[in-house]
C-alpha cells in the first residue's frame, strides 16, 4: 500500500500563488507516476497534471499551461506550483499516483485526502 498526504492548499485572491505538496509513503517502489486532480462542487473530478517518476513525462489540462508547474525531486514528493491563480480554480485538489502515465483517474490506484484551493476574485 501507498499513502499520500496532501498540503498546501489554502484562500487566495485572483493572481496570487499557492504550492501544494503531496508526500508518499509506504510501498513507494510501486509508482511510477503522480497526478494531481481537482473537484469543484457540483462537478465530476478532472486532470490537472501528471508526471513521471524520472520526471522525464509530464501532462497538463490546456486551462493551466503557463500558470502551473508540476514538479518531483524523488517521487516521493510531488510538488504543484500554482500561479496566476483565477477563481474557477477553486476546488479541492487531490494527489493520485499509479504505475502509468493517464490523465484518466480511474486508472490511477493510489489517493490522497485532498486539500482545499480557494481563489476569491
Known amino acids: 500500500q501507498v499513502q499520500l498526504a496532501e498540503s498546501g492548499g489554502g484562500l487566495v485572491q485572483a493572481g496570487g500563488s499557492l504550492r501544494l505538496s503531496c508526500t508518499a509513503s509506504?510501498?513507494?517502489?510501486?509508482?511510477?507516476?503522480m497526478g494531481w486532480f481537482r473537484q469543484a462542487p457540483g462537478k465530476e473530478r478532472e486532470f490537472v497534471a501528471v508526471i513521471a517518476r524520472s520526471g522525464g513525462m509530464l501532462a497538463y489540462k490546456d486551462s493551466v499551461k503557463g500558470r502551473f508547474t508540476i514538479s518531483t525531486d524523488n517521487m516521493y514528493t510531488v510538488y504543484l506550483q500554482m500561479n496566476s491563480l483565477k477563481p474557477e480554480d477553486t476546488a479541492v485538489y487531490y494527489c493520485?499516483?499509479?504505475?502509468?502515465?493517464?490523465?484518466?483517474?480511474?486508472?490511477?490506484?493510489?489517493w490522497g485526502q485532498g486539500t482545499q484551493v480557494t481563489v476569491s476574485s
Open positions: 509506504g510501498r513507494t517502489f510501486d509508482i511510477s507516476s
Open positions: 493520485a499516483a499509479g504505475n502509468i502515465v493517464t490523465q484518466t483517474p480511474s486508472l490511477y490506484d493510489y
